[in-house]
């Protein structure tokens, strides 16, 4: 039996279905590539989370701007705008730029080959300082110095955040201070610095003295003998004429008239004209102090003196400060006027060399004085002369009883001092139209204290206090004024 042989059958074709795993209603179209429509669908989505357009960026952020001129001043305005959504700190940028402008407008007597004054070491200091009260102050006070010059309130504000912050520092390293060990410059420089501080902010009337009293007390700390180089001289020469200011006003002895604090600093570099004017200033107090009277130096011209007061001391020790003081006019001649023009002197200040005059070039150590430190100098000598004046009028007449009030009579003394009160004013106006701001400012507030409190014509007495007034308001040095007029 034979096998029947067939042709095999073919299999239906089954229709594709869709997966099980795939429903058809979550089958996702083919996404829409019209970016136009794309767009408009993100709109108009409520769940779409909306992000913010900023079309012009920040510079600061994007970039950093070069610290140099206006560029410096615009990259501060620009950090004080609204935040943007993505804002990275430029704290080294900004407080390169605020030091840089601060230093640059403060420095004042620039020298042609001598040393460098201390002003032009913060930036250093700043930067490679490890004591964190030194760092903040620099940053504190260079802000408030940018918001006074630029009158900018936003930078002032945030400026007081870091003066608190070096402030808690300082006290805590004040703290730690042992009489057996010398202070740092550093020590001495941070409260200078927030002295300064409070010379532009003014937080309170009397902050500024006491900032300079404890940097006169640490450079006692130091001695005489630690502070003849370097930058401890530099800051020892800034303080005792600071020094020198406020206790003629105060009529109190400075602890930096001693003999050893005359001598012992100035081994190594004598003294200058500055300082040799500086040396009578500090003896004015002491001499006043002969005829047994406290107070102030208005107490001490506005009250009369008793009968039994030996004067006769005070007498002579007078005579001989005011021979002193026209030995230096005889001296430094080109100091005593203010000279609109630079001029470059060796370095004790005694000659005057011609800038004009390449062939007259100095050899040895000189210094270029701007026109406010001779207009400085010649209203410091001024004022200087005007209370030794002053001082001698008032012990040369007969005591009187204090029911009777003291009448001055119009002498050869009194004539001068009227002159020199007029100079100082002259003087000061000349400062406020040319460099209202900078170190050499900031001491002519001194001479108009003087003229305001001693001035022998009420006239004269009232243009001084309204110029403090004005200087306070206008030109950013009213915690200096406002401690000055008050007084």
Known sequence: M?????KPRQRKKRDPKPSALIREDVIKEKPITNLAVRNLDRIDSPSTLQLAVVPNPNPVVVSRPTLEGDDALTAIRWRYKLPMLFQPSQQDIFDTAFISHFVELNRGVRSQNAGIPWISRVPDLHNYSIKPALRLSIRAAS???YSQVHQDVSVLTDSYRWYMKGLNYQRQSISSLDGNSIPSDDAVLVPIILGLYEVYAGTTPTSVFHHLAAATKILQMRGPSNCSSGVSLQLFKAMRVSDAHKSLIFNRPSPLSTPEWLTLPFIVHPKNAHHCLTDILLAIPACIGLCGRSGSLADFFSRPIPHS????PTRQRTKQLLRDIDDWAERYPHLCYADPIAQIVN????????????????K?????LPDTFTALTAATFYA???TLILLRDKISSPPVSPNIARIRTETVGIADAISHSISILQVAAFIESTHPVGFDFMRSVFPLVVVGLLGPQEHEQNLARNMLVRWGERRGVGGLCGSWVHI
């Open 384 to 386: 200087t002369r005007l």
């Open 347 to 362: 370095a004790d200040m005694s000659t005057s060399i011609l800038a004009t005059n390449s062939s007259n070039a100095p």
């Open 309 to 312: 007061a030996d004067l006769q």
């Open 143 to 145: 802000m408030a110095f």
């Open 364 to 368: 040895s150590p000189s210094l270029m």
């Open 2 to 6: 034979t096998d029947k042989v067939t």
